[in-house]
């Protein structure tokens, strides 16, 4: 469907080169030479003017001597690396925030390094590279996919020839990578609400123990300054992106986040508005995305499907022509223009059918009843913030390991085990499972409360109807003020099926010898829920 152009934001990448071997480096350390630290040149990219600058810095790359192992002669006396400092001509962006920078230095088998405590290790290269140059590039507010070809034409400026950066091998990978709108700060809300889709991928898309979680809901700036929404995040691994987009693969972060300064700005400045962004999490698994054009257009969509996803499940429109605003719930920034749109996939969340659906498993469970064990296990889950194995489980409540390990296979639908250890399926059914477990402690604490009552009546030679009422009101958790001279409380915070508990309690009243008139005019007091003074249809 037709949704807004979203916004290049962060990127970070390592490109490999290794057609050329060393000529790159050498070619550095020649341009820089020549121009006595540095190299200041300025280029065209279509239409655009670029600024670029070579310079270098220390290296913590031993010198090989003579030649490096590979026999490649180093004719240079100091060991440096070098940097390309490219940027938008200020007279084309004058916000001065498109540009990156890229971090050149040389690779070979068997380099070693130096630490600043003169330890030296060698430094880990790929087995297949026998001499390479690796840039690591670090930008923002560009195409992902123009840096290889700013990379080019700024190397090209400076002096050195472009074709030693044609090719990037195929080891190139992708650090870092976001993509971005700006959105209205009166119409952003109900993403990062409590339930919003920020706060719902972390609840239920998130083992409770196994892999990584975080999610942070945080209201006030570094200065202390109340601002809602001013830094909401969540991470996803790959799996739990699975679930919620089942044709993506790589983990992210899916953020909300005003600018530092947003609390003190008036509402009508563009950076008192926040973003939303989603960005690429490369820490979060073991598989790279490459550089090529189709890695960058795959990542691409992935961003922008995921950010209009969540959009979108948050009642907002991702189109910018949805409401008689003209840009939607957008508001236009010096690199984000919401009035240009493109063709997403808008994936359906459906938040609310994975709570369902993990709600109805959880209610099963219960009410097909659990075996002791499979309750003490579960009680073991919810309490215990750590690890937890079948081992720890048993020895907890003096249980043989096999019986939990049977127990915990009857329920795979509530727990996971996995490498000698069990968790809760998510963190929406820990919630559900520990309130199940509490009310089932307070239930059974309710029961005894209720024994003792009835005994303490009985020696107390309360008659047995008495005895029964509060019995009854222990065990369903009723208080019940009846003093003479005022007027009966019934108070039923937290109780289910209040006509139905009342009508049982009219009767153990009534036949109490309780005046019915007293229980009639009682006021009941629900907690949450309210009161109502007096209930006629008894």
């Not at 691409?300 to 910018?320: F, N």
Request: proline share 5%.
């Amino acid at each position: 469907m037709k949704a807004v152009e979203l916004a290049f934001h962060e990127f970070a990448a390592n490109y490999l080169f290794d057609d050329h071997a060393l000529k790159p480096f050498f070619a550095c350390d020649s341009r820089v030479k020549d121009g006595d630290g540095s190299q200041v040149a300025e280029f065209e990219s279509g239409t655009e003017r670029w600024i670029v600058k070579l310079y270098y810095q220390d290296s913590g790359i031993v010198h090989p001597g003579p030649e490096n192992p590979q026999g490649t002669p180093f004719r240079i006396n100091e060991i440096r690396e070098f940097r390309f400092s490219v940027a938008r001509h200020p007279e084309e962006d004058p916000v001065g925030e498109q540009s990156f920078n890229a971090h050149l230095a040389p690779r070979w088998q068997g380099m070693e390094i130096e630490n600043d405590q003169g330890e030296r290790s060698e430094y880990s290269v790929p087995e297949t590279i026998t001499e390479a140059v690796n840039v690591k590039i670090n930008g923002s507010n560009i195409d992902f996919r123009r840096y290889h070809e700013l990379l080019c034409r700024a190397a090209e400026s400076v002096g050195i020839h472009r074709r030693y950066f044609d090719r990037p091998h195929p080891f190139s990978n992708v650090q870092d990578a976001e993509r971005y709108v700006r959105l209205d700060s009166d119409r952003s809300g109900p993403i990062h609400a409590r339930d919003g889709p920020i706060a719902s991928m972390a609840h239920l898309l998130e083992n409770d123990r196994d892999g990584y979680r975080k999610l942070v809901q945080n209201e006030r700036d570094e200065k202390g300054r109340h601002l809602p929404g001013y830094y909401h995040t969540v991470t996803l691994g790959p799996r739990r992106v699975a679930e919620a987009f089942p044709s993506h693969t790589f983990p992210r972060e899916v953020k909300h986040y005003y600018s530092r300064e947003a609390a003190g700005m008036d509402d009508d400045e563009t950076l008192a508005n926040p973003k939303l962004g989603a960005s690429y999490q490369v820490s979060r698994w073991d598989e790279t995305i490459g550089v090529t054009d189709d890695d960058l257009e795959e990542l691409i969509a992935q961003l922008d499907e995921t950010v209009c996803s969540v959009m979108a499940d948050a009642g907002l429109p991702v189109h910018p022509a949805d409401d008689d605003r003209g840009n939607g719930p957008f508001v236009a920034d010096a690199y984000f223009d919401p009035t240009e749109e493109q063709e997403v996939n808008i994936v359906s969340l459906d938040l609310t059918r994975i709570r369902e659906t993990q709600e109805s498993i959880v209610v099963k469970h219960l009410s097909d009843g659990l075996s002791p064990v499979e309750w003490e296990a579960l009680e073991t889950l919810v309490t215990d913030g750590g690890q937890v194995s079948p081992q720890e489980i048993a020895e907890d409540h003096g249980r043989h390991v096999d019986s939990v390990r049977r127990a915990l296979k009857r329920i795979p639908e509530l727990v996971e085990s996995e490498y000698g250890s069990v968790s809760l399926r998510s963190n929406h059914v820990a919630e559900m499972v520990h309130d199940a477990v509490q009310q089932a402690r307070d239930a059974t604490r309710r029961a005894v409360e209720a024994g003792a009552k009835a005994i303490e009546a009985a020696e107390r030679g309360i008659d047995e109807t008495t005895s029964a009422l509060v019995a009854w009101c222990a065990k369903h958790g009723v208080d019940v003020d009846d003093r003479q001279e005022a007027r009966v409380m019934f108070r039923l915070q937290g109780v289910e099926n209040v006509e139905t508990r009342l009508k049982e309690a009219y009767r153990l009243w009534t036949e109490a010898g309780k005046d019915p008139a007293r229980f009639r005019s009682a006021q009941v007091d629900l907690g949450e829920r309210g009161k109502s003074a007096a209930w006629r249809w008894l």
